[in-house]
């Protein structure tokens, strides 16, 4: 929606229809008289940045233009057709103006759809597909969203697409808290455009990521000052509150916790809701992996494998630590899903062949698993 836009017209097209025709003159002048075509050329020139000051001006407008869901398509088939019997209707004043009428009543419905937040008894835990590289949605039963990082090394607006084109169709507005699990590129470098897209409300991250030395990190932090989201610092022990019925723990890394290694600084976040648990690992390896191991163990229902699936970031002690029923690999084409299969003992899904794949945990504890691209059999 852009409100904005009924504003600017009244300017812009004035501004463009001089530059079509000074557009004009500098063609036919640059044929026939091109000493004259200067003028022409210089005039076009200003109009065209005059309009791009005009647009980009109108763009950082607070409120002047927001994203949100398409409406449902009965709702756009019916307003199609209510104009239609409208534009039909030319002989009964009264009938005609009842279906000017029919129609904004239609109108506000669909915007009021539109609007309206997405509310569910259900956990859905959305491991999306973004290449080589990681994102995961987390939507709470009472509507508000987590997504836990954002990117993908091949590019970065890959990741900031799919991450909106899930939440518009799931009916979200925003995002309540992104949460960056380490300094990766290919974990947060959608993060700037995304800010700028959607409504964030916070940002989450651990103490390390704020290196401005790391290739990325100033980006993230300049798009977040210039929409004042807060940017909070999580360590081991503090829980992120959207919901009361789901626990979000952050169980790496602790406050004394520092590594050389980015990967091993991951910040890993164990998700419960009606028994069942959720572990989200990030790229967690070495020394930072062994700082988990030593930790209680705890069975989980599903787990972000370590580092894309990496062999070295997924060994036997960490299956026999987290016991995972379900397995899942952010990963381009290089996983090992077969190696992973028989290391785990257990259902190991990658999102390059599954595509995204969601599970949802309902109130009474029933979990399911779906995928994008192909059935799993379960």
Known sequence: MSPIGIVLNVVLIPLVALALWSGYGLLISGLVVPPVAVVFAFILNVLLSLLLWIVDWAAHVDLGHRYLPAPPTWWIVGCYLLLATVVCIRSARLSRHWGWRGLWVWIILGLALGLRPAHSSKLRCTFLSVGHGCS??????????????????????????????????????????????????????????????????????????????????????????QKQIPVALLFGGDRISLDDRVSIRVIHPDHGFHSASDNANSLVLAIEYAGRRILLTGDLEKDGLQALLDQEPVEYDVILSPHHGSLAANPVRFREWAKPKIVVASAGRKAPLSTLRQRYRTEVLSTHTSGAITIEVAASGTMKLTSHLRPIDR
């Open 136 to 225: 995961v949605l987390l939507q709470m039963p009472n509507g508000r969203t987590l997504l836990y990082d954002a990117g993908s090394i091949s590019n970065p607006n890959r990741a900031a697409n799919v991450v909106q084109g899930v939440l518009w169709q799931r009916g979200a507005t925003g995002i309540d808290a992104i949460v960056v699990s380490h300094a990766d590129v290919d974990h947060f470098n959608a993060v700037p455009t995304l800010i700028r897209s959607v409504p964030v409300r916070a940002i989450m991250t651990t103490q390390t990521f704020l290196d401005m030395s790391q290739s990325g990190v100033v980006e993230v932090c300049d798009a977040a000052h």
